[in-house]
């Protein structure tokens, strides 16, 4: 019998996103369960396969017809889909493939949420069509997934496409939450960007329509919009540490395309634009062709990405 | 039959470096032949094919025993083994790998030259027994290689690796090669070495070892040896400028060990020094792990890792 359906599960720190397939990549069903967090997420892994179970008896598929499993968790996951532990789940180590498949009966592939979401929209997001890409997640901190190939560079330490990490600059303040001092994330999440902001209302008393009202991404780009000059040096400013940094990127990896995803990104296409100025300016020759893209599938990357991991 | 050999060729300029290996890495013989780049390089494929046959016959080996041919080029390749084009050998478009197991009957794999040496330092050389690493080749210019999960991470348009091309200071005058201004290259190379310090000689009248003599990565890192205080200056800078890229470069690939090459890396350990004191300073945490080694194959890397794509 043909494999026609395949499962994408997003395990989060307090919700579980599950997702039905078909093999082509059409979403049939989705829904969502608890993450059972306590006795170190002793449930979270029988949770997750009982709801999948289920699914099957009431869709009433056979288990011929089922490619498999594929899991996203907070943490690092190495190729055997084994977790030396996460944090946001409470695990230590969790044999994460091997526990799922004794315990369904199905394949199972897993793999850092950040990385899987990557290559959701690798497959039907902002980076369709395409087989290399970098996904950037610009939200509360900034986040990364590579693929090269059409597979997820993981690193040896779980860390590949942690490029919030990048350090950019030696004119910050305060430490990053990883320590160090200067990191992309400081300057270009949703929370750098509110950083470089109230940084620049601070520098002198030119007017803005920020001032005096709250300062956050949002408003910073609609400012921008809005053709508020010192607004947009903020937004040059972001512009130029993300190009520069993407341009660094693309030494290492070299994407058809950059996918740009998170809360920042619903500013939309002028975002594109401040990040494409820069990275035109320092990329590499060749990969100065790379394109760059809004991400389309929002929360739904993940098991977009998780489903694709066993096709 | 079981498969016992494999032929590792790295194609170059001006010679065609050969080698026949056991399976288990074991060089068996090691020639060159020259590289013929009339007519647009049209005889050297043909050579190739040529010198390989002739090994196999004066051998007396069975066609059956033979893994394969693997070829590294100086130009981009493809996952299909195709060059869109090689300035070095006069090539145009090639197709590189359909050519030869035609010419040959054998299966045939071919890379990009600098990430062909990658994969050979990783199976025999500076990064055995990793399977993630990233080469460093401090030449002329700075050349890179990333393996993952050991496999090549080529890139989307043959860039995968440049390393050399990260953007690191506003602080250099001229251009580099690429056309851009203030790459990796400019300041670490043989070449960006003696910029430095050449650079730092000028700034002042300090005295060092260096004035008045000859000038150049050899010099620098004798007189660091020696204890002089304005080459050490110019060590700093480089470790700085190295250590803070290959920083960036693990957010992105997050290999094992970093393994480095070139002429520049004669000059031994101390050079490791420089360059892991300012990586240790700008690393992400997980990433402070990674180790740092001196390649060990020299102009043999190619071969080896040619063979490897193979195995």
Redesign the interface.
């Known amino acids: 019998m043909m494999e026609k359906y395949v499962f994408g599960i997003d395990i989060g720190g307090t919700t579980v996103k599950c997702g039905l397939f078909t093999v082509k990549g059409e979403l049939l069903e989705k829904w969502e369960i608890p993450t059972r967090t306590e006795n170190n997420g002793a449930a979270i892994l029988p949770d997750v396969a009982d709801t999948v179970l289920k699914k099957i008896q009431e869709k009433g598929l056979a288990k011929e017809e089922i490619a498999g499993i594929g899991i996203g968790v907070p943490g690092?996951v190495n190729?055997q889909g084994e977790v030396p532990g996460a944090v946001n789940l409470h695990w230590g180590y969790v044999n994460l493939a091997g526990d799922m498949e004794k315990m369904t009966g199905l394949r199972v592939k897993a793999g850092n949420d950040a990385n899987v979401a990557a290559l959701g929209e690798m497959w039907k997001g902002g980076g369709a069509g395409?087989?290399?890409i970098v996904m950037v997640t610009l939200g509360t901190g900034v986040g990364?997934g590579?693929i090269?190939?059409g597979?997820i560079?993981?690193?040896?330490?779980?860390?590949?496409?942690?490029?919030?990490?990048?350090?950019v600059t030696d004119d910050v303040e305060c430490n990053c939450n990883?320590?160090?001092h200067g990191c992309l994330e400081q300057v270009t999440s949703a929370t750098g960007i509110t950083y470089l902001a109230n940084r620049r209302l601070k520098k002198d008393d030119r007017p803005s329509m920020l001032r005096g009202g709250e300062v956050n991404a949002k408003t910073v780009f609609d400012a921008v919009k809005a053709g508020d000059e010192l607004a947009k040096e903020v937004a040059e400013e972001f512009g130029k540490y993300l190009g520069?940094?993407l341009?660094?990127?693309?030494?290492?990896?070299?994407?058809?395309v950059f996918v740009i995803g998170g809360g920042v990104s619903k500013a939309g296409q002028i975002i594109l634009d401040y990040i494409k100025k820069y990275y035109a300016q320092?990329a590499?020759?060749?990969?100065k062709?790379?394109s760059f893209a809004l991400a389309k599938l929002g929360n739904d990357a993940g098991i977009y990405g998780a489903a694709k991991m066993l096709l």
Chains 1, 2 share one sequence.
Do not use: L, R, W
């Not at 590949?160 to 990490?165: A, P, S």
């Not at 590499?284 to 990969?287: A, G, I, P, S, W």
């Open positions: 690092p190729e395409c087989q290399s990364g590579i090269n190939n597979k560079v993981t690193g040896a330490h779980g860390a590949g496409g942690e490029i919030g990490h990048i350090h990883c320590g160090n520069t940094a341009a660094s990127v693309a030494c290492v990896a070299d994407p058809e320092y590499f020759m060749t990969c062709q790379a």
